[in-house]
């Protein structure tokens, strides 16, 4: 793996190792520069749902969505769900935002954008997930750490074993208030229901209110080289696969 995320061959590869595994895609929105697509495979629900690429300059969440699809480490026998690149024009322009300036990650309540009304309407015609994880990069920080949204039962081991994992590529990130907000311990913010600006919902509050009951949010160091990033990613999702029942 180069350094140098680039959008046409990504598409290739991730159709390609998709297919491969059996996932069917849905093409939800034609942008200027390519198809919004996600990737489906049937089966028990409630379903697993990863989400990545939804802010363009955070490379590393697409890659591992490829990465953990050509490994084939999705639970076959259930429902799971993959949005591998929400922000097509951002991926491919290396900005946070798409080209018409918007953060898809804080238009979830008022759906502004293109992608995210088209995004919005295909998970609304789908069961609400039981485990949703969200791949994401952070330009500020040199660890790792993670934000869950957890409707049901504690499992602070859950936690633990999560940043056991990701170590073997990054330490959690120090500091006890990480983004504006305190930690619960070192890298892991437990976050309420509730979006930190009531206007500007990111996808996870957007799904938290329509009742999916665990939610994760991965943040891997830009600043780390592009190699790491993915496999922390990876690293993290399998561990919360693994222990899934
Ligand atoms: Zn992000």
Redesign the pocket.
Known sequence: MTDIFDWPTFLREFSHAAAGQGFLPEILLETEVGPLIVWERKGEEPPIYISAG??GD?PAGPLAALKLMEDGVFPVGRHCMICPALNPSGLVLKTRENRQGADL?RDYVHQLSPETVAHTRWLASRPVPALFVSL??DWETNGFYFYEINLGEDDPQRASDLLEAVSAHFPAEPGLEIDGHAVRSLGWIYHRAEADLPDFWPEAIWLAKRGCPLSFTFETPSKAALTARVEAHCAGVRTLLMNWR
């Open positions: 939804i802010h955070e990650n994401h990069e």
